[in-house]
């Protein structure tokens, strides 16, 4: 729905990222402008896997941003 709408933009998320490198939680920090894009992009986060912070020697909880662009190309 969204190509068919033309619809393009970048969605900026903040993600809390658990010791083991799970989001725990993931939230707008900047919108695209189209709620599918936004949702979109929350769903795909959700299911991915991070690289934990540390403490110097321990994994630790810690927030991070990530941008995701949605750009319709032809193919």
């Known amino acids: 729905a969204s190509r ?3 619809e393009e ?3 900026r998320l903040k993600v809390l990222v658990d010791a083991k490198g ?3 939680d993931v939230a707008i920090a900047t919108s695209s402008g ?3 894009l936004d ?3 929350m769903e795909a986060v959700r ?7 540390t403490d110097g020697t ?3 909880s810690a927030w991070t941003q990530v941008a995701i ?3 319709l190309t032809t193919a």
Request: net charge positive; proline share 11%.
């Open 9 to 11: 933009g970048t969605v």
């Open 39 to 41: 949702q979109a992009a």
């Open 47 to 53: 299911k991915w896997r991070f690289v934990a912070a």
């Open 4 to 6: 068919r709408a033309g």
């Open 69 to 71: 662009t949605f750009r």
């Open 22 to 24: 799970r989001p725990k």
């Open 58 to 60: 321990s994994p630790i």
């Open 34 to 36: 189209f709620p599918r």
